[in-house]
């Protein structure tokens, strides 16, 4: 069985400084690898998808990820965050052969500090 | 990218009374789509697998009679939460995958969350 690690629950930081939050997932198999924002009472919103190819990634809101095998991680990061960056965040696995399930980690919430 | 939406957003409810939430994919069809539980501060558990016109698959701990899932349409999926107690108060989550998307990514719906007094 596959599963997330997001190694940080609470990432504080202040505005306009940059963010990294890390994620690694275990499986043997290819897979799926993705980031969602979750606003307060709110669904999740995709930020970036890594399917294959290129392993640095580009997202929405300035957001990127980078790929790494060897490493079994897809860390998130942006360069500058703003206040409206402040939310939880997850980063969710699906096995390619296995359709649409994905693993969740267990979301690291940013809390961007003026 | 393709909408899916969830009524009613929030509720709040007798215990023992039975609750319906609804998942609807606005501009797509989904043959399947899937129910989240999530705690507050923590993430989101896969309930159950809801597939059009067949019975739902239930994720290995959930209460099939307790969390009842039909998806009658294409565009419709409905969480029944029975005879609902205070520990099933929650944040429910439904989500889709458009047909032409890749697999694995999902559409997530806004979310209801469920209060049992």
């Known amino acids: 069985a596959q599963s997330v690690t997001q190694l940080d629950s609470q990432v504080p930081v202040f505005e306009e400084a940059p963010v990294e939050l890390r994620c690694n997932y275990s499986s043997s198999v290819s897979v799926y690898l993705f980031w969602y924002v979750q606003y307060p009472n709110q669904g999740l919103q995709l930020l970036l998808k890594y399917l294959s190819g290129s392993t640095l990634v580009k997202g929405i809101n300035g957001f990127e990820a980078e790929f790494n095998k060897s490493q079994t991680s897809f860390h998130l990061r942006k360069p500058s965050v703003h206040i409206s960056d402040t939310a939880e965040y997850f980063c969710a696995a699906g096995i390619k052969a296995a359709g649409n399930k994905l693993t969740f980690g267990g979301g690291t919430r940013v809390l961007v500090k003026p | 990218g393709a909408v899916v939406s969830q009524h009613p957003s929030w509720v709040i409810c007798k215990s023992g009374t039975s609750v319906k939430i609804e998942c609807r994919s606005l501009d797509f069809q989904a043959t399947t789509m899937f129910w989240y539980r999530q705690f507050p501060k923590q993430s989101l558990m896969l309930m159950a697998t809801?597939?059009?016109?067949?019975?739902?698959?239930?994720e290995q701990g959930v209460e099939k009679d307790k969390f009842l899932i039909n998806h009658a349409s294409l565009t419709l999926s409905t969480l029944t939460v029975t005879s609902a107690h205070p520990e099933d108060s929650s944040f429910y989550i439904c989500?889709?995958?458009?047909?032409?998307?890749?697999?694995?990514?999902?559409?997530f719906g806004e979310g209801s969350r469920l209060t049992v007094l």
């Open positions: 989500s889709a995958r458009e047909p032409s998307g890749t697999d694995g990514e999902l559409f």
């Open positions: 809801s597939n059009e016109g067949s019975k739902a698959t239930y």
